[in-house]
């Protein structure tokens, strides 16, 4: 993952057929069409950008099966298709024959027909959403829908890169502008899905299937305006484009920045009450669990040990032995591994920037935040990582 985005493309963002898998209660057969790409071919694809392969995978999680993006995806959607199937297969024999996949009883469900078509044409209109609108999140007036999805580069050789298989840059919900969907010159015309007016490095977030429906939603709601007023998009009041907007805030579209003013809204007057009250059960009391089976507690904290940046503090198993003592007066997300409930995970296992002494040798490492309170460690253990332990 990089905060920077790549060159300018060559081509386009390829397409994709997925594939689902079952598993049977019987070893199962797959014999190879003649069309699938050999051992050979699919071991020279594999294990290039991040490229690997599982019995156990199905569905999206092969997104990355991507072919065409340096050919015409409209005009060669055919042949694109066909060389996606052939990818398929080809994959499929592999985890099915070459005798490296626990994949006897697992057999192909179904195979996609047509090809994810992730890029082709978008229209010019009368706001092009610029990659800088969706980096900083720029305020509408005439935001009539959301995004959030990463910019969401791929390589247009898809499959065939040797470059990662995508480039992730995280972003921050953004408002898209209703001008992205018209243009003046075509009155009667309204755009949805991965055709709006964007520019490319806005279309690698804006072109995903949940930020499509909303801009459907924005279009529907625009469409239903200039029929109220009798008017071409371009020519709706600013006061019209607001009505639009608090129309779309009462069907339960999310407006980045946008207040409900709408006085006929009926949700603005609404109160919540309960019929009763539940009052979940106490947290466990004082007891230990082996650090040998792992465990994990997670807490917001204030401070850190290298300019104070706040964070989550994590605990992790150690290398080996060492008993730890939990508190009782803990957050909903303390919890061990082994013995008592599991109540969260580890994500994250930076290496240490601030080391403290261990009890009976070794080190509790933790990365630019304060030690959990509540923990205390026996003698012995060595912990590798995170900071669930406060030194005694």
Known sequence: MTKKPPAAPNGLLGSSILYYVRKEDHPVTFVAPDYAYDMKTVESLLGRGGRIISEQQSGSDCWWFEYGGVRNTIADAQDIAFELKRMVMGVWNYIKNSGKFDADCSTLEWVGSLPGKRESRRMATEYMLAGEDVRSHTQFADGGFYGGWYMDFHPAEGIGSAEDSCIQIPVNVYSVPLRCLYHRDFPNLLFAGRDIGTQRDAFVSTRVMNTCAL????AAALAWG???????????????IETIR?????????LPGAVNRDAADLARDAAVTASSRYSPPAQPGPGSFDLALGGVHCQPL?????????GLVCGTRPAAGGVVHLAAAQPALSGAAGRGTELGTVRRRKPADCPIPFPGGGTVWYAGIRPCAGYRPSAGGKPVAGCALQPG
């Open 215 to 218: 801009s459907g939603q924005a």
């Open 226 to 240: 200039c029929l109220r007023w009798d008017a071409a998009p371009a020519e709706l009041a600013p006061e019209q």
């Open 246 to 254: 608090q129309t779309l805030l009462r069907e339960d579209m999310f």
């Open 302 to 310: 204030p401070g850190g040990c290298r300019g104070g940046v706040p």
